[in-house]
């Protein structure tokens, strides 16, 4: 690999090289534009060696670019430059969980660190994309020593060139070590990423992998053939509860595993109650890019060394995963054989550099916000129907006659609410007042409490929500903003869309308090924006006025020039079906500050 230090790739100025693995490069990069680092992965010239590479490394960043949750970094741009080919990344220097694992972690502060990387993965899974190199590596954390994963589709670009290539150097590719035993067979579905999850919470609380061995294929074998050690014999006093996690999820035979992320996450939520909350142990000081430089360990062909006959008469059931894209096509018969590889066919998720046809989703530009960090979805510039009545919504209010089309210009919305995480750093500037109160409604102890610290900040006056967004160099968005942002431009009434008695109704934050933001993709707008529906009510810009749709300009509505309330939209953690509606309008004294309400910013677009 050359030396690119002080070279430029695009508006990127190379300036330290961070580290170097098996497959890629990895810089801290100057943006010469925003004046901000930023990470940049350069792919090794010898994973770029057929033109079916390059295309799907385009496919990929592009699906990469799309994805919308707190805990995976983000990718910022990609590109080709001079047969250089690279992608463009958050730069975080909190370090990876691999540094802070030279010592055994209490296992309920483990369990409570890798709960978001669990929630990470369930998004990703619902969008059928599958990590397959989870690692400690890969883990890493932000400046407020929040956990984000790396390495998205790496692994599966590597792996279907593999794969396609034949060139006999294997059919899996991950890392060994914590890699699912099918995997090293070429058999991967949804459990290959709950295996090796699991993997990593042993190690981190028991500081041993209970797997080594000389080559990439022992270790694979051993994982085949040997029982596991359970964890509690290696740390004296673990609960039975903890041993039982996590002989669930490390079960050699994958039906005998958690069959979802979700499952998992429920056991770990149990090993973490809040009561036994402790602060994550602090990150290390040494700057690192945001992804990890392990090299991805592609593993020789099983078949080619006997390793089929080891698994001949192993017999698993059929397994039905939550897209059925991922489900073997094969008997249920675990016999590995070269057919039996289904490979994910996820949709590529849109981004700045890709147009609208008419077989692909519309595209929408993700940025982040230097001010504070948040993620944010341009908007397009367009009109869109606002408000509903008694003919076409069965939960109508009363309050949002007559409907009506409104013409807005392109505008920047925070994907997520405003989380007590990024309230604090407001409060440590001195640009914002501290909450009136700084619990939840079940949580004594909530702002200020490390284990919600990616909650929605709650108990914020109007005043409180506004100032804060002037701090970001930002602003709260309007009603029409708002509603845009949640209901797309098909009128729908929900987020996901017009059934607000399936199971992402049901769901939407009532468990009687709020959740971390982003809990639930599946009920993302069109847009992609998160907790549209749920989780806390939101402050917009505008008076509120019952009548105001009477005299409502038609282009680019700010409210009433007059009001002693202000509007709130969007549902919360209390909210009955009717409240979660995109067209639901509220509205609360502008001094008021209760636990139901918080907030997320806008930008004017550029």
């Known amino acids: 690999m050359p030396d690119l230090i002080g070279q430029t790739l695009g508006r990127y100025l190379l300036v330290e090289l961070l580290g170097e693995g098996g497959m890629a490069a990895v810089y801290r990069a100057r943006d010469t534009q925003l004046q901000r680092d930023v990470a940049i992965k350069v792919i090794l010239p010898q994973h770029q060696h057929s033109e079916k590479f390059l295309k799907r490394f385009e496919r990929e960043a592009r699906s990469m670019a799309g994805l919308n949750h707190p805990n995976i970094i983000r990718v910022?741009?990609?590109?080709?430059?001079?047969?250089?080919i690279y992608l463009v990344l958050e730069y975080l220097p909190g370090g990876t969980l691999k540094d802070r694992m030279r010592q055994p972690i209490p296992w309920g502060e483990a369990a409570r660190l890798i709960i978001p990387i669990a929630q990470a993965l369930a998004y990703m899974h619902h969008r059928d994309i599958i990590h397959r190199d989870i690692k400690p590596a890969n883990i890493l954390f932000d400046e407020r020593g929040q956990p984000m994963l790396s390495d998205f589709g790496i692994a599966k670009m590597l792996d279907d060139e593999s794969s396609t290539e034949l060139t006999g150097t294997g059919m899996g590719v991950g890392t060994p070590a914590y890699m699912a035993p099918e995997q090293g067979l070429g058999i991967t579905d949804f459990r290959v990423d709950i295996y090796a999850l699991g993997m990593v919470f042993y190690e981190m609380i028991t500081a041993h992998r209970p797997y080594v061995a000389d080559t990439p294929m022992s270790i694979m074998l051993k994982k085949?053939?040997?029982?596991?050690?359970?964890?509690?014999?290696?740390?004296?006093?673990?609960p039975r509860e903890v041993d039982a996690t996590i002989l669930h999820a490390l079960a050699s035979d994958p039906n005998q595993r958690y069959q979802s992320m979700e499952a998992f996450i429920k056991a770990l939520r149990s090993l973490a109650p809040e009561e036994t909350a402790r602060p994550p142990a602090p990150a290390p000081k040494l700057p690192i890019a945001c992804l990890g430089i392990g090299a991805a360990t592609i593993l020789a062909l099983l078949c080619m060394l006997g390793g089929f006959f080891l698994l001949k008469d192993v017999r698993f059931p059929a397994f039905s995963p939550p897209s059925s894209t991922l489900a073997p096509t094969s008997s249920a018969t675990f016999a590995p054989t070269l057919t039996f590889t289904p490979e994910s066919t996820s949709t590529p998720k849109p981004t700045a550099t890709s147009a609208p046809t008419a077989t692909s989703a519309p595209v929408y530009v993700r940025e982040i916000n230097p001010a504070d960090g948040a993620g944010m979805i341009l908007i397009p510039q367009g009109d869109f129907?606002?408000?509903?009545?008694?003919?076409?919504?069965?939960?109508?209010?009363?309050?949002?006659?007559?409907?009506?089309?409104?013409?807005?210009?392109?505008?920047y919305i925070y994907v997520t609410e405003v989380t007590n995480v990024m309230?604090?750093?407001?409060?440590?500037?001195?640009?914002?007042?501290?909450?009136?109160?700084?619990?939840?409604?079940?949580?004594?102890?909530?702002?200020?409490?490390?284990?919600?610290?990616?909650?929605?900040?709650?108990?914020?006056?109007?005043?409180?929500?506004?100032?804060?967004?002037?701090?970001?160099?930002?602003?709260?968005?309007?009603?029409?903003?708002?509603?845009?942002?949640?209901?797309?431009?098909?009128?729908?009434?929900?987020?996901?869309?017009?059934?607000?008695?399936?199971?992402?109704?049901?769901?939407?934050?009532?468990?009687?308090?709020?959740?971390?933001?982003?809990?639930?993709?599946?009920g993302a707008s069109p847009y992609g924006i998160l907790d549209m529906a749920g989780n806390a009510l939101e402050w917009v810009n505008d008076n509120y006025a019952i009548e105001y749709y009477k005299q409502s300009p038609l282009e680019n509505p700010l409210g009433p020039d007059f009001g002693t309330r202000k509007g709130i939209r969007g549902g919360s953690w209390s909210s009955l079906v009717d409240g979660l509606r995109t067209s639901a309008r509220a509205s609360l004294k502008p001094d008021e500050a209760v636990d139901t309400v918080g907030f997320r910013c806008a930008l004017d677009a550029p």
Not at 227 to 237: A, D, E, F, H, I
Request: glycine share 8%.
């Open 385 to 411: 129907t606002m408000g509903s009545d008694e003919k076409t919504d069965p939960y109508f209010w009363g309050a949002e006659k007559p409907i009506h089309r409104v013409y807005l210009k392109a505008f």
């Open 76 to 84: 910022l741009d990609y590109g080709k430059q001079g047969g250089v």
């Open 423 to 522: 309230y604090q750093a407001c409060v440590d500037a001195k640009a914002c007042r501290r909450p009136e109160l700084p619990r939840s409604r079940q949580r004594k102890s909530y702002f200020g409490n490390t284990q919600f610290s990616t909650y929605p900040v709650l108990y914020v006056t109007w005043q409180d929500a506004a100032n804060y967004c002037k701090w970001a160099k930002a602003r709260l968005p309007s009603e029409a903003e708002w509603e845009k942002s949640a209901r797309g431009e098909d009128a729908r009434l929900f987020p996901w869309g017009n059934n607000g008695d399936d199971a992402i109704g049901r769901a939407a934050f009532r468990h009687g308090d709020t959740e971390a933001v982003g809990s639930y993709p599946e």
């Open 224 to 238: 085949m053939n040997e029982p596991l050690t359970p964890p509690s014999q290696l740390v004296r006093g673990l």
